[in-house]
């Protein structure tokens, strides 16, 4: 099995059959008991929900279901043709998939230089591009969450009317850095992503603020991550400050004393080769992989194509079709880092634990009309697009390579992104079908909705919807067009639905892989 073949999707009345090959449907819309499906020679037995499956032809017991020619899962017991297939009738089991590391591996068509798309961003001294200006302040353990958060709620937006250039100043706490592991990767990976805000694109510049007795040392992490204190990076330890009032008075005048030159930076037009875009999907629905992650990840081939960097995540969220990936790797080293990481989710991190990873998805995926974690990985690794994967990274650490990346991260959206955004995306673009509402400063994120009676429900938090592939109003190239020029959009200023309702402000989630103590 090779790349998933999208071009074979038909959209035809009350169905979309996805494969020739394929031995169920997708119900386009509602359908009642007795409902005719001439195009495929059946009749509905049951009531079956816009998004869910359909059994084509007999399914027989123990025999794979195959949604985009993909196994999804095995038939429990003989499905009849016209019958709801879901989750009831829907065993979980692994199966063998052959990795071919770098077989189908070929190098990206680029577009000429003279010709890629451009936008308009915001230089960096050390040349790094950002698409949004903001002040960070950074906690380094829970115990000053509270500070940091009264420190940028006194940058209201009145008393930052005099300095339109900047976006705002943003608190980034979390709920760990003390009672944790000292060192190895649980301590690594929280400085990693520490250090990865505090040097974002899209910061000017950053405060961070310890207690001054944590596990978490702003002195380690300095020292680990090779910063130091200068003209954009300030410190303050509450134990030596004076305590609460004197260290949140302190950091609100160090961040007045930042505004003036923040406010100087001008957006100016750079190539699209700068956009770094993390991709999320979350509240996934049964059309999830037939429009709007399909259509970013047409999106995403348009970006590779002029230069940029698309990362895609959630590990969990790919297994099972990782084979995909794997077969598209730059090299065999790549592809195996890959399954290096998943090996580690399913034999050290989730053996014997009641995650998804293990079979059963969300109560809102599974209302959504997906059986696994099979079905839901089919969608997810679709954001990606059809490109060669270049290079595998942990959790947090630095992008450097152009193309399509991979970063492993949980399929929790606010702890993946967080990772994402740590790495250097300075945009994210999020697919949801039951409707997730989500935003991730300092990076602006974008919500793509795939379908359109979601979209209307909840307009003001989408931007983007997908589902006019289903309806027929738009084709896939044409949707992922579409949210190409909506992320040149966005990188260049121009708000995203969560911004403008201020969505995005405690959305900073480390991920705590360690033991507590």
Not at 271 to 294: E, K, M, R, W, Y
Request: charge should be neutral; glycine fraction near 12%.
């Amino acid at each position: 099995m090779n790349m998933i073949d999208l071009s074979a999707k038909r959209i035809t009345g009350a169905v979309v059959r996805l494969n020739p090959d394929d031995n169920v449907v997708v119900a386009r819309i509602p359908l009642a008991p007795g409902a005719e499906i001439p195009e495929e020679g059946v009749t509905c037995r049951e009531s079956v929900q816009a998004g869910y499956k359909i059994a084509a032809r007999t399914i027989a017991k123990g025999e794979p279901i195959r949604k985009y020619n993909v196994t999804i899962g095995f038939a429990a017991e003989e499905i009849p043709p016209g019958a709801l297939v879901h989750s009831h009738n829907t065993l979980f089991s692994d199966f063998d998939r052959d990795y071919a590391y770098g077989a189908d591996y070929r190098p990206v068509e680029m577009i000429k230089e003279a010709e890629r798309a451009t936008f308009q961003g915001i230089v960096r001294p050390d040349g790094r591009v950002g698409t949004r200006n903001y002040i960070g302040v950074m906690s380094t353990v829970n115990c000053s969450a509270t500070v940091v958060h009264a420190v940028a709620d006194y940058f209201t937006p009145e008393r930052l009317a005099d300095y339109p250039n900047v976006d705002g100043v943003v608190a980034f706490s979390h709920g760990i850095g003390c009672g944790m592991e000292m060192t190895g990767e649980p301590m690594s990976l929280l400085r990693r992503t520490t250090a990865g805000y505090v040097r974002h694109p899209n910061l000017a510049a950053a405060l961070i603020i310890g207690l001054g007795c944590e596990r978490h040392q702003i002195a380690g992490l300095m020292a680990e991550q090779g910063m130091a204190v200068g003209p954009y990076l300030k410190t303050f330890t509450m134990q030596e400050s004076g305590g609460t009032r004197k260290t949140i008075a302190a950091a609100i005048e160090a961040v007045k004393a930042l505004l003036p030159e923040a406010n100087q930076v001008r957006r100016q037009t750079v190539p699209a080769s700068h956009l770094v875009v993390g991709l999320q999907c979350g509240g996934s629905d049964g059309f999830s992989s037939i429009t709007a992650n399909p259509a970013l990840g047409a999106a995403m081939d348009l970006l590779v194509r002029h230069g940029g960097t698309a990362i895609l995540s959630e590990t969990p969220e790919i297994y099972g079709v990782e084979h995909t990936l794997t077969r598209r790797a730059v090299s065999r080293e790549v592809g195996e880092k890959l399954i290096e990481r998943i090996r580690w989710w399913k034999d050290d991190y989730n053996k014997g634990r009641d995650t998804q990873i293990n079979g059963v998805v969300s109560p809102g995926n599974q209302m959504g009309g997906l059986a696994n974690i099979f079905e839901k990985s089919l969608g997810s690794s679709m954001k990606g697009g059809t490109g060669p994967l270049m290079d595998v990274y942990k959790y947090a650490e630095q992008v450097k390579a152009k193309g399509l990346v991979f970063m492993d991260t949980p399929g929790f959206d606010p702890v993946s992104a967080t990772g994402q955004v740590a790495g250097g995306a300075n945009l994210i673009a999020f697919t949801t079908g039951r409707g997730s509402m989500f935003g991730c400063k300092p990076t602006p994120s974008v919500k793509l909705a795939t379908n359109s009676p979601m979209f209307r429900r909840l307009e003001e938090d989408m931007d983007l919807n997908c589902g006019e592939i289903l309806d027929g109003t738009a084709s896939l190239p044409e949707m992922g067009q579409l949210i190409f020029d909506l992320l040149l959009r966005t990188a260049s200023g121009e708000k995203s639905k969560s911004e403008l309702l201020g969505v995005g402000r405690y959305e900073f989630v480390p991920w705590q892989i360690g033991v507590m103590s």
